[in-house]
């Protein structure tokens, strides 16, 4: 049964008081709120995205918020996650979010999902749910999302963010474009950086998670002229939004005249996103590294190709920091006959530091696998983690 079926739900007399100000509202009134009531949410991320989306669904009176998360609150999330304190830290992050949430609106109902989204569970997961706002920070999830809501009939409030910028816009393949009509193809892998290497501005998930929340009122209510079909482009540092007009690909593998996608794949696969294995000999573990730096013969030279704030953040002693882009102009700063040991976060950007050393003459060079991650989870806990 769709939301749009269904009967709507009754309010009591906390709810009027509760949602006075949203009773006098000629478009939203006794007959909006109970929508809202009867409305069934499903947020796909309680993270920079999710959390303004969640605060605003539950206070707004969404009857049923729903939650896909298995991450645990960390001290780098507090910058913009705006649902946790530092009190949360350590805690499953979905543990935090519905005591928050009940406390901001008791007459929510939260529904807890703690798992990784994927092929094998989206379907069910989805399943239920009036509509979905896509709160992640990847795009083999956001492929995932978008398919099984076309597979399922379902509409959903995307939302990216990186830097100063966001997107924002309304998916429903029964009535325009999906996500794969705008982007039918990930970008190569090694041009998305992550979060904590692109960096990204706190306030701004609170601005794009707080459009996907208006979007997803607006679609319950029935009210307004909603993002189908339309990409709301917002640049922070401009101060300006400007939105461009999607059509529906007929060619769309997944909502097109003839698709081709009839049950969810591997997003992993599909974008890139599974590490290749690295080629014998191109790695060193942590534990290797370790042994290398405490034993009598010569130590190798650790190499850290990572970003000057990462630097600031954690590091391993003795390393020498030169960023990946700063490498093919340094090189001479690199002596060729000494072992050399490239780190970065996890592991990615050395291997293509240790690719360009070899292209550039240096025989003896690895990368450390993990990165300094691994090195702070096996090796030395006081190295800060992000």
């Not at 993270?47 to 939650?67: E, F, M, N």
């Not at 928050?100 to 990784?116: E, T, Y």
């Not at 978008?146 to 597979?151: E, I, Q, S, W």
Request: charged share 25%; proline share 7%; glycine share 10%.
């Amino acid at each position: 049964m769709t939301l749009l079926e269904s009967s709507p739900a009754d309010l009591t007399p906390d709810d009027l008081h509760r949602y006075a100000r949203h009773l006098s509202l000629p478009d939203v009134g006794i007959e909006g709120q109970r929508r809202l009531k009867a409305a069934r949410i499903l947020l796909v991320g309680a993270g920079g995205l999710g959390s303004p989306a969640a605060l605003y669904l539950a206070a707004a009176g969404v009857g049923t918020l729903g939650l896909v998360d298995f991450d645990r609150v960390d001290t780098t999330n507090l910058q913009r996650q705006v649902l946790y304190g530092t009190g949360d830290v350590g805690r499953p992050k979905l543990e935090a979010a519905a005591a928050r949430l009940r406390d901001l609106n008791p007459g929510v109902r939260v529904a807890m999902h703690p798992l990784r989204l994927d092929s094998t569970n989206a379907l069910d997961v989805l399943r239920g749910y009036d509509l979905v706002l896509d709160g992640s920070d990847n795009f083999p999830t956001r492929y995932l999302v978008n398919d099984a809501c076309v597979l399922l009939g379902l509409p959903y409030v995307y939302g990216s963010i990186f830097r100063f910028e966001g997107q924002v816009s309304l998916f429903d393949a029964r009535r325009g474009p999906c996500y794969r009509c705008l982007f039918a193809d990930p970008p190569p892998r090694e041009l998305v950086p992550s979060c904590a290497e692109g960096g990204v501005l706190g306030v701004l998930p609170g601005i794009i998670g707080a459009l996907q929340a208006l979007e997803a009122i607006k679609w319950v209510l029935g009210r307004g002229d909603t993002l189908v079909g339309r990409l709301l482009l917002f640049d922070a540092l401009r101060m300006s939004f400007r939105e461009l007009a999607l059509q529906k690909d007929p060619a769309c593998p997944v909502c097109g005249e003839a698709p081709t996608i009839r049950a969810l794949i591997d997003y992993e696969a599909f974008c890139g996103m599974h590490e290749p294995a690295a080629p014998a000999g191109d790695e060193i573990s942590v534990a290797e590294l370790r042994a290398a730096l405490r034993g009598e013969g010569p130590r190798p030279v650790v190499l850290d190709v990572r970003e000057p704030h990462e630097w600031e953040i954690a590091r391993i002693p003795g390393a020498r920091l030169i960023p990946l882009g700063e490498l093919p102009g340094r090189l001479d700063e690199l002596e060729r006959g000494v072992e050399i040991v490239a780190h970065c976060h996890h592991g990615a950007r050395s291997l293509r530091a240790v690719r360009l050393l070899r292209e550039a003459g240096f025989e003896r060079v690895r990368s450390l696998a993990g990165g300094i991650d691994a090195w702070a989870v096996e090796v030395d806990p006081t190295v800060r983690r992000y």
